[in-house]
């Protein structure tokens, strides 16, 4: 089969590799798309301790059934299904506690697992028994379905630090992910969802997915504006949704009294950030941080997919084949539009 392969961190390469042959405990997926995360376009350029040369890379994928061992009956043959990416050991206090995204092993697929830029990937046992595998919806696409996988990390998020009904909600970042924050965070019942965004052609998306103010940041204080807003109280709830350190200083500057701030956004290695702890201490703030998801936020992002509640298909501005993969890589690390789709066999709509 045709794969991109991470062979050292800056080299992708597409090769020929063996197709994946399952066991009694695995399955084979036809990959019809897999996203590119930002977490990938990292991993690329500067490797990743979880991820050991040659790899391949991609954990937000749909696709199809072609082959199961004959010990599994959790999916079979023809199935369309949506992959997530944190994996269960299925054994230790985290996973036996419901918190698996903070398991310490930490597997996960594209990570240690090979992952879905290209045409088959292996589910093997772990991911068949305690893996997020769900049914695509009627009428979701493979591309929708991919997304639910980066849709159910926000939905984790959400549920770390809950919107509560009339809260001003502040997302910093207007990327396929805080665009994504917006629609969920007014279904559960926030007054206002505020968009800190520099790009012009995104803070246009944040306006699509209904943000009821967007400030475009290029010289101005987003600190000063949020407070302007909120007649100098503040947010009841910050998400930082971009990887810039100077904006977890921001989050905490412009939450009011007892608000809640969530360090979503994943930051380069080595980032410091210098915070007035003073302030987290005397507005009594509660800070969070938020990565991956569970099986059941993976789910439920399918369900919001298929109601509309979230047109993940609006998100999606580039489309590549296989063989064009590092130019997809190249695309979502210029953050051009949206969210970038490889397509290992082609555009579907099925």
């Known amino acids: 089969m045709k794969a991109a392969v991470l062979t050292a961190p800056g080299t992708l390469e597409l090769k020929e590799v063996p197709t994946p042959e399952p066991d009694a405990d695995s399955a084979l997926m036809r990959v019809r798309a897999c996203a590119v995360c930002g977490s990938d376009v990292r991993i690329a350029r500067h490797g990743n301790p979880r991820v050991t040369p040659p790899q391949i890379l991609g954990h937000e994928a749909a696709g199809e059934v072609v082959a199961v061992g004959r010990n599994v009956s959790k999916i079979k043959v ?52 305690y893996g997020p595998i769900h049914a695509i919806p009627p009428g979701v696409t493979f591309e929708e379905a991919a997304l639910a996988e980066p849709l159910a990390c926000v939905l984790n998020a959400l549920e770390r630090t809950p919107v509560q009904f009339r809260d001003d909600v502040v997302v910093i970042g207007a990327g396929p992910i805080g665009c994504m924050i917006i629609p969920v965070a007014k279904a559960h019942g926030a007054r206002r969802v505020i968009v800190i965004q520099r790009s012009p052609a995104r803070a246009e998306m944040a306006r699509r997915f209904g943000a009821d103010v967007v400030i475009t940041t290029g010289g101005a204080d987003p600190v000063g504006a949020v407070l302007d807003l909120t007649d100098g109280l503040g947010a009841h709830l910050v998400i930082t949704a971009n990887p810039s350190p ?15 701030v969530n360090l979503f956004g994943g930051l380069p290695a080595n980032s410091r950030i210098e915070l007035d702890t003073n ?15 569970l099986p059941p936020h993976h789910r439920r992002a399918l369900e919001m997919i298929a109601s509309g509640l979230v047109r993940v298909g609006d998100l999606i501005t580039h489309r590549f084949s296989l063989d064009q993969t590092p130019e997809a890589f190249a695309a979502a690390q210029n953050r051009a539009g949206g969210r970038v789709v490889v397509e290992p066999w082609g555009r579907t709509d099925a």
Do not use: W
């Open 279 to 293: 302030l987290i201490h005397y507005k009594e703030l509660t800070v969070s941080g938020a990565h991956g998801s």
């Open 78 to 129: 023809g199935d369309k299904i949506s992959l997530g990416a944190d994996i269960p050991c299925g054994n230790c206090s985290f996973c036996e506690d419901g918190m698996a995204n903070n398991c310490q092993i930490n597997y996960a697929m594209g990570y240690q697992f090979a992952g879905s830029f290209a045409q088959y990937v292996l589910l093997n046992r772990l991911m068949v028994d």
């Open 246 to 260: 100077s904006t977890h200083a921001d989050a905490i500057a412009m939450a009011r009294n007892r608000g809640r």
